[in-house]
């Protein structure tokens, strides 16, 4: 298996199925700026340091995700719209355990 299927519902509430490759080391913020579900500018400002929650998630399914890290946690509690299903999606690297996601991306504002 060299790709997982995630899906992604945008802004605007449309539902997507993407390809993810376990390898490229990918994550999902990339994954979202590669389909363009998001606009450039209004996701991963920060360029996936955890510095800004401009590619901020709801994690919609069951899925075990890699722990918070502190700077991740810091950044949350700064972040607008933030619910207890709130990550980073820079922060999730792509594994095969994703298989099937389902994540929402967060209003911008």
Same mark, same amino acid.
């Given at each position: 298996?060299?790709?997982?299927?995630?899906?992604?519902?945008?802004? =605007?509430?449309?539902?997507?199925?993407?390809?993810?490759? =376990?390898?490229?080391?990918?994550?999902?913020?990339?994954?979202?700026?590669? &389909?363009?579900?998001?606009?450039?500018?209004?996701?991963?400002?920060?360029?996936?340091?955890?510095?800004?929650?401009?590619?901020?998630? &709801?994690?919609?399914?069951?899925?075990?995700?890699? %722990?918070?890290?502190?700077?991740?946690?810091?950044?949350?509690?700064?972040?607008?719209?933030?619910?207890?299903?709130?990550? =980073?999606?820079?922060?999730? %690297?792509?594994?095969?355990?994703?298989?099937? =996601?389902?994540?929402?991306?967060?209003?911008? &504002?």
């Amino acid at each position: 298996m060299t790709d997982i299927n995630i899906i992604i519902i945008d802004r =605007l509430g449309k539902k997507h199925n993407v390809l993810a490759p =376990l390898d490229m080391s990918m994550n999902i913020m990339e994954l979202i700026k590669s &389909y363009e579900l998001a606009d450039d500018a209004s996701i991963g400002v920060c360029g996936g340091m955890a510095m800004c929650a401009s590619c901020q998630c &709801y994690i919609e399914s069951t899925h075990e995700l890699n %722990p918070k890290s502190d700077e991740e946690e810091a950044m949350l509690s700064e972040a607008f719209n933030l619910k207890s299903s709130s990550r =980073l999606s820079c922060q999730i %690297p792509i594994t095969k355990d994703l298989k099937d =996601l389902i994540i929402r991306i967060a209003p911008e &504002y």
